[in-house]
């Protein structure tokens, strides 16, 4: 059997049209019973991987669509996990394309390994880890990244160049501005590097107790969810069925992730945040000669990244004529994929739609077979890295479970 499948038996991707809430939480915000895995069961697969000597731990993830049909991976943002994928992934698996989701260590189903930095190498290295865990290593594929998800994939694309066909950046974290975030950032995060004795000081600030989502709360009042959701959605939308579906899945993985809070505050401490410039030009000029496409896209009233036209031509100087910007959806906020999950899923299909060239310049990692071509339009090798998939292992690592 192929141990790389979910079984989740969510309704056809026609019919999802908001964001699924999880099992053990209501749009009413029902209080959340006490236990170590509020999320419940995951609904794809766990499995070992090891990061780095030191650095072991079971991954969640899901790997769905037809196996001959060029992949797709989400990376996901800061405090979230692989849930706010669902309806973009069953509009790209309807579309005939191979979607990989997970999550990050310290979120959702994850474990959170004591030996984690929560920086960018080890997200990093944890990608590279769970590809060469599915013998997806070799196989050239579409990183689609979300807020710091967006940093961490033109991270990775500059490790492993001949890995990445496409780079689909939402909102993506590095080079922007953001209301939700101090000035001089950079001294901030060098100050509580330096003077480790300060963090428990600005845990106390950003994370109080008895705020945010806290499992033990009452339901939020209208203005808590708005103060809550402000940023990842515009105001008309925050009461809608997707921004309570995000603050209902926030909330249980408050309650199910030990130590999330101390997680989300590390990686604010260590992430290049506001200082990715350098990061994105060496990946756009990296991008220009293979001629790597990649599409940037945007909410108008995003205030926890803001691209504003000064950043953006941060980007086009980088990749040059690589680099697919459009106008950025009205009246939407962080979560714009959500607000105008139809609009968004058009201009990602029809940016993939495009076919790459014949030839990539700089060599580095194998192409899949069908790499330039439409999803469905090449016959299965059995040899191939695609076909390889669920026959992974890392050292001692496994399939350690399955939930569906």
């Known amino acids: 059997s192929e141990t790389s499948e979910t079984s989740r038996g969510t309704p056809p ?19 959340l019973p006490p236990s170590n895995r509020e999320l419940g069961p995951p609904p794809g697969r766990t499995i070992d991987v090891m990061v780095r000597r030191g650095c072991f731990g079971v991954m969640h993830y899901q790997l769905d ?33 191979r979607v990989l989701r997970f999550d990050f260590f310290g979120r959702g189903w994850s474990d959170s390994p004591a030996a984690a930095g929560y920086d960018m190498d080890m997200y990093i290295g944890q990608m590279r ?6 013998t997806l290593g070799g196989r050239r594929k579409t990183l689609i990244g979300h807020s710091m998800g967006g940093l961490i994939a033109q991270g990775y694309t500059e490790k492993y160049p001949g890995d990445v066909a496409r780079l689909v950046l939402l909102a993506p974290a590095g080079v922007m501005t953001s209301s939700k975030l101090p000035p001089c950032l ?15 000081a600005l845990r106390s600030v950003a994370f109080p107790p008895s705020q945010g989502f806290s ?22 939308n925050i009461d809608g069925a997707n ?14 992730v030990t130590g999330h809070s101390d997680v989300v505050m590390q990686s604010v401490l260590k992430m290049p945040w506001t200082t990715a410039a350098p990061l994105v030009r060496t990946v756009g000029n990296d991008s220009q000669k293979r001629r790597r496409p990649t599409l940037l ?25 690589q680099l697919h910007a459009p106008a950025p ?5 962080h979560c714009f994929f959500l607000e105008e999950s139809a609009a968004t899923h058009q201009l990602i299909l029809d940016f993939l739609a495009k076919p790459l060239p014949s030839k990539s310049g700089g060599g580095g990692g194998t192409p899949s077979a069908s790499a330039g071509s439409s999803p469905r339009a090449t016959k299965k090798d059995t040899k191939s890295p695609a076909a390889a998939e669920g026959r992974a292992a890392v050292g001692g690592g496994k399939v350690a479970g399955r939930a569906g």
């Open 13 to 31: 991707p026609e019919k999802m049209d908001v964001v699924p809430l999880p099992a053990t939480v209501g749009v009413d915000f029902l209080r």
């Open 215 to 236: 499992a033990s709360g009452d339901a939020p009042t209208a203005a808590e969810r708005q103060s809550l959701m402000d940023g990842d959605f515009h105001p008309r």
């Open 243 to 256: 921004c309570q579906a995000v603050a209902a899945w926030q909330k249980a993985q408050a309650a199910a």
């Open 297 to 321: 896209l945007r909410g108008s009233d995003d205030t926890i990244v803001t691209i504003d036209e000064r950043a953006l031509e941060q980007y086009k100087l980088a990749y040059g004529d």
């Open 65 to 97: 669509g037809p196996r001959d049909g060029e992949l797709c991976v989400w990376v996901h943002g800061l405090g979230d996990f692989s849930y706010r994928s669902d309806l973009l992934a069953g509009a790209l698996i309807a579309g005939g394309y």
């Open 186 to 200: 950079s001294g901030l995060q060098c100050m509580f590097t330096a003077c480790s004795c300060l963090v428990p």
């Open 129 to 134: 880890a769970l590809f060469e865990t599915l």
């Open 329 to 333: 959806l009205a009246n939407t906020g």
